[in-house]
């Protein structure tokens, strides 16, 4: 559908995973989701439901994205995708 990413387009996160990074997302705008197909490379890719706003989350979120990262894979190179509502 027009709401989605279209698959023939490579996306950053691909990039990344294909170079060998640890990759995840965080996102708390529903059009940066995997319903609408940007969810591609991210080996994880945390989201919200709906325009809450919820700045504390996304920050929570992605310290504990990199805690474990840290924990498990602290020599692989990693891509953190965080995605805040507030410039709009």
Known sequence: TANRLAP??????ESFARAG????GVS???????????ERGFETLQTLNGFRG???????????????????R???PF???VHFLDPH
């Open 8 to 13: 023939t387009l490579p996306t950053l996160a």
């Open 21 to 24: 990074y640890h990759t995840g």
């Open 28 to 38: 708390e705008n529903p059009h940066v989701s995997p319903a609408t197909g940007f």
């Open 54 to 72: 919820d700045r504390a989350w996304v920050v929570h979120t992605a310290r504990q994205w990199i805690a474990r990262h840290a924990q498990t």
């Open 74 to 76: 602290a020599d692989a």
């Open 79 to 81: 891509f953190l995708y």
